[in-house]
């Protein structure tokens, strides 16, 4: 993916598509915050990664994503999935949220 001028992107944005970013960002930040509140908020952060996506006008692509970081509790690496932006995700099979029940 060719690099982005957010301040661009943003300025092409209407006020309707705006104003839901800013509420996805919103919910983003209590799902990660409080993450036992959800039944499933790896997956809700991933969906609303992808309507984010979707609402910047930038491809849909998980490879892209990085909420998924910020998730109370997480111990994925972040600098790791940070520097492999773009590339696939490193994740910790250890993690209570993305690691696997047998690790």
Request: glycine share 6%; hydrophobic share 35%.
């Amino acid at each position: 993916m060719s690099r982005v001028n957010i301040k661009e992107a943003y300025a092409k944005l209407n006020a309707q598509e705006k104003e839901t970013i800013s509420s996805i960002h919103k919910v983003l930040a209590d799902i990660k915050d409080f993450p036992e509140r959800y039944e499933n908020p790896v997956q809700l952060i991933e969906d609303l990664e992808f309507s984010l996506q979707g609402l910047w006008k930038f491809p849909r692509d998980a490879n892209y994503h990085t909420h998924f970081l910020e998730i109370k509790d997480c111990t994925c690496g972040r600098l790791d999935n940070l520097d492999r932006l773009g590339y696939g995700r490193v994740i910790n099979g250890g993690c209570i949220w993305h690691g696997t029940k047998e690790s």
